[in-house]
């Protein structure tokens, strides 16, 4: 019996991790924004890099692609000569290398109880450096009832950044910032989320700080 509920203690973790990374969940961002931009009026843009480690890449282009599909939406206009425009819009964009966080379900029961199985579960995780560990409450070696599930994951933060320059004077018109906090720390998901969550009623109020929720990243 004893060696049934060790088989059943490492099969758990994998299926609840398969559980939870199968729930779709929306995506958040929080939004600041500055502005003093003047109504749209057919004025060119450029995009350009706001980091020079992003310059000059595939990856960049395509992302500065999608914010100029959203400026045009807007009512401006790419210049057919960037060296020409009217306004420079600045891009970068960010994600952290993320930071381990815990999570505990007990259901009690036992002579050493939950707390018990959060101290285990949080040490398997750190010994072996993986993402996922879980502790648990086997009564058949503790002499008792109940069941403690802990389970470490990583959320990473990631920030996109738009600025909008007046070519003429180079004066700041724009400044907005998002940031999220995910499990996914693909930038091909989370900086096209950024973008919609940054053109979403833009260019906003002066000042304000805003809390934007996007549908969940779509499956297959």
């Not at 706001?50 to 045009?72: I, N, T, W």
């Not at 009217?86 to 952290?96: C, F, K, P, S």
């Not at 259901?107 to 010994?127: C, I, K, N, T, V």
């Not at 900086?191 to 549908?215: C, H, R, Y």
Request: charged residues 20%; contains cysteine.
């Amino acid at each position: 019996m004893a060696r049934f509920n060790k088989i059943g203690l490492f099969a758990a973790p994998a299926l609840a991790l398969v559980a939870l990374s199968g729930c779709a969940t929306p995506f958040k961002a929080d939004v600041a924004r500055f502005q003093q931009l003047p109504a749209p009026a057919g004025q060119s843009y450029t995009v350009v890099s706001d980091d020079p480690r992003l310059a000059g890449g595939l990856e960049f282009s395509h992302y500065a692609e999608l914010v100029g599909q959203r400026l045009a939406q807007t009512g401006y206009v790419a210049a057919s000569d960037p060296a020409r425009a009217d306004l420079i819009v600045r891009v970068a964009y960010d994600v952290d290398n993320g930071r381990e966080k815990v999570r505990s379900t007990g259901f009690g029961g036992g002579p050493y109880g939950p707390g018990f199985g959060g101290a285990w579960g949080g040490g398997f995780g750190g010994r072996w450096g993986r993402p996922w560990g879980y502790g648990f409450y086997d009564p058949w070696l503790f002499g008792g009832g109940g069941y403690n599930d802990v389970s470490s994951y990583t959320v990473y933060t990631s920030d996109f950044s738009l600025k909008i320059d007046r070519a003429a004077d180079n004066r700041r018109l724009f400044e907005g910032k998002a940031s999220a906090q995910s499990l996914s720390n693909k930038l091909t998901y989370l900086v096209p989320n950024l973008i919609d969550a940054m053109f979403t009623n833009f260019p906003g109020q002066n000042g304000e700080s805003v809390k934007i929720t996007l549908p969940p990243e779509k499956k297959g």
